[in-house]
């Protein structure tokens, strides 16, 4: 199908499915309206899951390490096979891959050995997991203020044109951020069935997602111990021995999930572990990659990520938790939102999606502020600019999301690169060692096609050493720079469109 024409079919479903869902909430049915969100909240992530190539920052190279850990989980690589020497310290091409925690690539490992290596399976989780978040965002806001707070956040969260992007695999931190962002949520969620149930497992579960979360993008996770303590103590149903002894409950049971992979990895691989440790450490005090701002970048940011007006909100909010600070509800959501604000001002590498995980409590700040101006609207005496602000509120992050999720673009979604290689990979002898060199994409390369690939060409003793050790060397053709490739020692023809042309080692 025209791309452009899934796109204006999913914007059809979406302005029905939504509009319908707050006639819904209207008429009390909070259930409904909330299952018409999630449904077209999940049908504007498939849309944008389903371009049929792998994403260069950062998709492409969770994609490979991932697929690798299909064959053994407990050795994260990026170049399976390491033919020609590497650097440990560049990970864009080094061997074992610890850049990032495990979890993530984990699980999209796990989607993959079941539903086959291709990117619908590698996205798959996130579609879930950024799903299943809008309806926690709606438990969450309801239970800190109200239903109509609730429908708001969970409707901001279903269209955010950044969670669905990073849902897609399409902008840089991409997998990784969903799961953060996932397991902040769910550890929120498991405090206050804590506080409400008052039993032990809530407890248990708020610790191992708080570790998940350790074990998806390290140590931001621990927002959630603040949190933890004011939800506990506004609940008044704890003394302060009962608070300190699930405090440190909870506290080791974090340990417990995040640290035996931290052990694991500087035992097993200590070169590659103290590395990554102390590159990690450098975001914050080393502009990296190019990737830096001024000190109010983040805050510069929300207009873009949430609407020209969220300022408004957020000062609202943050003004009225001030006056009232012993109102703990308020504050928690000032400390999920403030504190990595403020924290991330200060690094020096900094990147959009480094505060996403923030996202829920700004959804629930603009929903409560929503439902503030609803609530008084005829009390102002220019009501227009009331009305005016309400719908600005959320139309300006709805054209947002259309701008993002690109649902009103003809673009390619299945490039020509992606289906050769795919029809390479079913083309070559499956218990042949291939190596492809002067490849134009080599990670994506080594994802679609069982191979090792590099994007230069060694001298001829080493291609000859190779050889001799029983690879099938092929090099894309240097001359015309098409797909073509230059094969030696292959008798039969791989593909009937590839110009396969036998040249000597010696006539590169």
Request: net charge positive; proline share 4%; with cysteine.
């Amino acid at each position: 199908m025209n791309n452009l024409v899934f796109g204006i079919i999913t914007i059809t479903f979406c302005v029905s499915g939504y509009t319908f869902a707050f006639r819904q909430y209207k008429k009390n049915n909070i259930a409904i309206a909330l299952l018409l969100i999630i449904t077209c909240g999940l049908l504007l992530r498939i849309y944008t899951a389903t371009d049929l190539f792998l994403h260069l920052w950062d998709e492409r190279y969770h994609a490979l390490v991932a697929k690798n850990l299909i064959e053994h989980p407990l050795s994260p690589a990026l170049y399976d096979n390491t033919i020609l020497p590497y650097d440990y310290k560049y990970w864009a091409g080094n061997h074992i891959w610890l850049h990032k925690q495990p979890i993530p690539l984990w699980t999209m490992a796990l989607s993959m050995s079941v539903f086959g290596i291709n990117e619908i399976a590698l996205r798959l989780p996130s579609i879930l997991l950024t799903t299943l978040g809008i309806w926690i965002t709606f438990f969450i806001a309801s239970y800190m203020f109200n239903k109509r707070t609730g429908i708001i956040a969970a409707f901001l969260y279903s269209i955010h044109g950044l969670i669905v992007e990073v849902t897609a695999g399409r902008v840089a931190t991409d997998h990784i951020d969903v799961f953060f962002l996932f397991f902040i949520q769910l550890s929120v969620l498991f405090a206050i069935k804590f506080l409400q149930s008052k039993k032990l497992l809530y407890n248990i579960l708020c610790g191992t997602s708080i570790g998940l979360a350790i074990l998806s993008k390290w140590m931001p996770a621990l927002i959630v111990i603040p949190i933890w303590i004011l939800l506990v103590y506004d609940s008044k149903k704890f003394s302060s021995k009962e608070i300190f002894i699930n405090l440190f409950i909870l506290c080791l049971v974090t340990l417990i999930i995040s640290l035996p992979w931290q052990l694991y990895i500087f035992n097993t691989f200590p070169a590659e572990a103290q590395w990554e440790s102390s590159y990690n450490f450098k975001h914050i005090t080393e502009v990296l990659e190019q990737r830096t701002g001024p000190f109010y970048y983040h805050f510069d940011k929300l207009r873009m990520l949430y609407g020209e007006l969220i300022y408004l909100p957020v000062i609202w909010f943050l003004w009225k938790t001030a006056k009232k600070i012993r109102n703990k509800r308020r504050m928690i959501i000032s400390i999920w939102f403030i504190v990595p604000y403020i924290f991330f001002s200060f690094a020096k590498t900094k990147m959009q999606a480094y505060t996403l995980f923030t996202a829920p409590s700004i959804f629930i700040i603009t929903g409560l502020f929503w439902h503030y101006l609803y609530q008084y609207r005829n009390r102002f005496r220019a009501r227009w600019i009331i009305v005016t602000v309400l719908i600005l509120l959320l139309a300006l992050p709805v054209r947002y999301s259309i701008e993002r999720t690109k649902l009103l673009i003809n673009r390619e979604r299945n490039p020509q690169w992606a289906k050769e290689l795919r029809t390479l990979n079913t083309a070559l002898d499956s218990k042949q060692q291939i190596v492809i060199f002067n490849a134009e994409l080599p990670i994506e390369t080594m994802f679609y096609v069982d191979c090792t690939a590099y994007s230069n060409i060694p001298d001829s003793l080493t291609l000859k050493s190779i050889e001799s050790q029983g690879y099938t060397i092929l090099i894309r053709d240097i001359v015309t720079g098409d797909s073509e490739l230059i094969k030696r020692n292959l008798n039969d023809i791989i593909l009937p469109e590839y110009n396969i042309v036998y040249k000597q080692w010696q006539d590169l």
